[in-house]
């Protein structure tokens, strides 16, 4: 068959029959996608809602008994105040690297971004692990403390401020990414005609980038903050038990107390908080202006 045939046999081709059928409606396109979502995401979650009335007994009882518990509303406090100072940290952090990537280009900033790309693509538990090493007794940061003449150096591994600072740097190169995304996007001829006016480069990058930065900094700091609240691996074993998170306590219910009722109303108090921070994100912001500007 010569290459003229072909292409008119593909210029002619109409499909028939149920194949006719799918193309007259795309939304059947998003079939799989939608049999995955419902059989590993919303189906389960639909289950732990399920059990967070049943287990034991049916009623609000295991909702009722987290509100009632001290301990389990410390620990929501505990893991919103730790997730709004990772994310405060996260953001001092990342917004000078991101700055410098964003107005710099060039092979200094690629260098920079690959190295919080490398830091971004490095599994959580590796990351954990490597914290772990620094601040254990004999570790680099204890050796350090030792030389400067902290004698004896107090103990960091299994302490709030370990977990959090490993947080901060687990978290940074999001927030990072988030910045810059933004910022890659400001022209900087409008730094350059605020200078032309008689702006100094401080007074310009206050009046100026700064405005236009923050659409980043609010995605950033979202996300983040969302991000953070679920965090279990690293506080568990880096942090101090006096200190667990929420994550950390569905955990004990589950594993320890063998509490699922108590455990599904505990992920489902965190699911709600989440969506309503979400929520309120959206209607403030306008989500899909944010990310087109």
Not at 7 to 17: L, T, W
Not at 235 to 257: F, K, N, T, W, Y
Request: hydrophobic share 55%; with cysteine.
């Amino acid at each position: 068959m010569t290459q003229l045939a072909v292409d008119h046999a593909v210029a002619g081709f109409q499909p028939a029959g149920w194949g006719a059928a799918l193309f007259r409606r795309p939304a059947l396109l998003y079939l799989p996608a939608l049999l995955f979502l419902g059989a590993f995401f919303l189906i389960p979650l639909g289950l732990i809602a399920w059990m967070s009335f049943t287990e034991p007994t049916a009623g609000l009882g295991n909702y009722l008994a987290f509100f009632e518990s001290g301990r389990s509303l410390r620990i929501l406090l505990n893991t919103v105040l730790t997730a709004a100072i990772v994310t405060v940290c996260a953001l001092a952090l990342a917004y000078p690297v991101a700055y410098v990537a964003a107005t710099k280009p060039g092979t200094y900033a690629n260098i920079l971004l690959l190295v919080v790309a490398l830091s971004f693509w490095t599994n959580f538990l590796v990351r954990t692990y490597a914290w772990m090493v620094i601040f254990s007794n004999g570790g680099p940061a204890h050796s350090l403390l030792a030389f400067l003449g902290w004698s004896p150096p107090p103990r960091l591994l299994y302490t709030s401020f370990a977990s959090t600072l490993a947080m901060v740097q687990m978290l940074a190169p999001l927030m990072v990414f988030m910045l810059y995304a933004v910022m890659r996007r400001i022209d900087q001829a409008l730094l350059r005609a605020a200078g032309s006016l008689g702006a100094t480069p401080a007074r310009a990058f206050v009046t100026v980038f700064l405005p236009l930065s923050t659409p980043g900094v609010i995605n950033g700091v979202t996300l983040v903050f969302i991000t953070c609240m679920g965090f279990y691996v690293t506080p568990i074993l880096i942090g101090s038990p006096r200190d667990m998170m929420i994550s950390g306590l569905i955990a004990e219910q589950l594993e320890q107390l063998v509490d699922f009722g108590g455990a599904s109303a505990s992920s489902v108090i965190l699911l709600v908080f989440t969506l309503a921070l979400f929520s309120i994100y959206s209607s403030i912001f306008d989500i899909e202006k944010i990310w087109t500007r």
